[in-house]
């Protein structure tokens, strides 16, 4: 079993930045891939951006190229997403993810977090 705990949300304004973490517990995350997804009221939960296992390529939705950054630190089981240039779309609740099984997470995914929520304000 792996945990994954979120953090870093809150309310910031259009343009601003904040900054994820999510950090897992029960098993070492190198042997999955990791991945974030977004969720906003009343719509289906959405791939935001992966990381492959060995912290190398790394795969974005169209939406955030360019303004967010996932990257991970294995050796502290934690998964990080760098989120700047936030625009009031983005506010959505984010879910942590890990995945076993492909190099990318999918809503597949064998273990997830309870969700962070992020606020964006114009």
């Known amino acids: 079993q792996v945990q994954l705990v979120e953090s870093g949300g809150g309310l910031v304004q259009a343009g601003g930045s904040l900054r994820l973490s999510c950090v897992a517990s029960?098993?070492?995350?190198?042997?999955?891939?990791m991945g974030w997804f977004r969720q906003a009221p009343g719509k289906e939960r959405y791939f935001v951006a992966s990381?492959?296992?060995?912290?190398?390529?790394?795969v974005y939705a169209d939406s955030v190229k360019g303004r967010f950054t996932i990257s991970r630190d294995n050796a502290k089981n934690t998964v990080y997403l760098q989120m700047n240039s936030l625009k009031p779309d983005d506010t959505a609740v984010y879910y942590c993810?890990?995945?076993?099984?492909?190099?990318?997470?999918?809503?597949?995914?064998?273990?997830w977090g309870q969700g962070t929520q992020v606020t964006v304000s114009s």
């Open positions: 029960g098993r070492t995350v190198s042997n999955y891939a």
């Open positions: 993810a890990a995945d076993s099984r492909g190099p990318i997470v999918t809503t597949a995914a064998d273990y």
């Open positions: 990381i492959k296992r060995s912290a190398g390529t790394a």
